[in-house]
């Protein structure tokens, strides 16, 4: 069977992959060992077995292809499930410089949503759907040079392997997702029986695997990140989705937060009224049922009674669950699923949490945090492993039930209005001081100029 038909039969790709790969062949010749045993592609596409070869078969070979790839100053931000997060700011911090430094710079998405929302602003976005791209999508991504992502990257992320496979030869710049207080990557390997059950011992393997560079807060957590992800690079640059909460807020910065809620945020700051911000971290196998014992509607209405504004965002991982829970309490504000909650965050007086590694960024507005716990016992049983050093010692009170909940809220708001001394004040000092080497807004600088000087090529 001809190479075309063994391509569109494995991957249903386009014939201008087939172009693109004879170009490769044809002015780059080291291109064509694309096989352990050495095989050509024209004695691949004449073996009479090669339409028995899988998907996995010829996106390894792409990967070499891409390994020697000439690269250029081309820059890919994959997505994640929601455009926000550090990708999100770094995208746009990027793209605000592409012209001036001659960088260009692709979001990368499978999600329809997000392509629309981006590419209606003019933001540059590879075309959907993969499956039709041509051979200037295709060499765009051969000659990428490096590719941000803030959560895990590897071929399963995909629904088909070719964006992973031309992309085999970036240059893997992580920026993560938070500061864990929990138990991730390496340190979060679950039991043998959980990975017979669930077939993902490779997925969590692939998932935590070396990364060329890796972002994070301070010098002194290499160690702990070491222990728990694998890298080259060691950056201590700062998040850039904190970078917000030291300027005003452009027309990008708000683009896929929640209008209803941004909107109110901004109406109680007007109004001097204090707003209160619940952002729960998931539960490991039991869905959002757990909100319902937590009796989070009772701090609701307690908030409305006392003129505060009350939001809850819940993790990603459970806002499936959110149209049932506004049927059960009406009063709650729920932040609308997977928008960015950090233009928000950047307005909220007192943030009331759990295990969220939400806590450090709120430390840069040194304003009150509250830790509700209502199920400790149970999650520490059934999902992560807590960080002691963080559980033990947090800035804020920890409390358990509705009513200390309640008296906590009135506390943090005398606090926040200079009412009552606030005893955690210090505290969050001494912890900001810890966590992070920069405390200014320019993350996303540090992270633009050190790209330029050692992942792209030069001009």
């Not at 790709?13 to 087939?18: A, C, G, H, K």
């Not at 003019?122 to 200037?136: A, S, T």
């Not at 963080?390 to 906590?408: A, F, H, K, R």
């Not at 001394?421 to 001081?433: N, T």
Request: positive net charge; hydrophobic residues 40%; charged residues 25%.
């Amino acid at each position: 069977m001809k190479l075309l038909k063994w391509i569109k039969k494995v991957l249903r790709l386009p014939y201008t992959l087939y172009k693109l790969l004879k170009f490769v062949k044809d002015n780059q010749s080291t291109l064509i060992q694309l096989t352990t045993n050495r095989t050509t592609l024209e004695q691949l596409a004449n073996q009479k077995h090669a339409v028995d070869l899988s998907p996995i078969y010829i996106s390894q070979a792409l990967e070499k292809v891409s390994h020697v790839f000439t690269k250029k100053r081309t820059i890919i931000f994959d997505a994640r499930g929601y455009f926000g997060d550090n990708i999100k700011y770094a995208y746009l911090a990027f793209v605000s410089k592409a012209k001036e430094k001659n960088i260009n710079c692709y979001f990368l998405t499978e999600d329809l949503v997000q392509y629309n929302l981006l590419t209606q602003v003019g933001l540059p976005c590879m075309p959907l759907p993969f499956e039709e791209w041509g051979d200037k999508e295709m060499r765009i991504l051969l000659e990428t040079a490096v590719v941000f992502t803030c959560e895990h990257f590897y071929a399963r992320k995909f629904k088909t392997p070719l964006p992973y496979a031309l992309l085999a030869g970036a240059k893997k710049f992580q920026l993560w997702h938070g500061f864990p207080i929990k138990r991730v990557g390496f340190l979060n390997l679950r039991t043998a029986k959980y990975y017979l059950a669930h077939n993902s011992l490779a997925a969590d393997m692939l998932a935590s695997s070396i990364t060329d560079a890796f972002l994070a807060l301070s010098k002194s957590s290499k160690e702990m990140w070491l222990e728990r992800l694998s890298f080259k690079d060691f950056l201590p640059f700062g998040f850039p989705r904190n970078d917000i909460f030291f300027k005003d807020l452009t027309n990008l910065d708000l683009l896929n937060v929640d209008d209803i809620a941004f909107k109110k945020v901004i109406l109680a700051n007007e109004q001097h009224r204090p707003v209160i911000f619940y952002t729960p971290t998931f539960r490991d196998f039991v869905g959002a049922h757990w909100f319902k014992d937590a009796k989070i509607d009772e701090i609701a209405n307690f908030c409305k009674e006392n003129n505060y504004l009350f939001l809850v965002n819940l993790h990603p991982y459970e806002q499936s669950a959110i149209s049932e829970l506004k049927k059960l309490y009406p009063s709650i504000l729920f932040v609308e699923p997977h928008t960015d909650i950090h233009p928000l965050i950047k307005y909220t007086d007192i943030l009331i949490v759990d295990y969220s590694s939400i806590i450090f960024d709120f430390l840069l507005l040194d304003r009150p945090l509250i830790f509700y716990r209502p199920d400790h016992k149970n999650y520490l049983a059934n999902s992560r492993t807590l960080i002691s050093q963080y559980v033990d010692n947090m800035p804020g009170e920890i409390v358990s039930t509705p009513q200390e909940l309640q008296q906590s809220v009135s506390n943090a708001v005398k606090y926040q209005q200079k009412t009552s001394i606030d005893p955690f004040a210090k505290k969050r000092e001494e912890l900001r001081q810890e966590i992070f080497d920069h405390c200014d807004g320019n993350a996303a600088e540090r992270v633009i100029n050190w790209t330029e000087e050692n992942y792209l090529p030069k001009e």
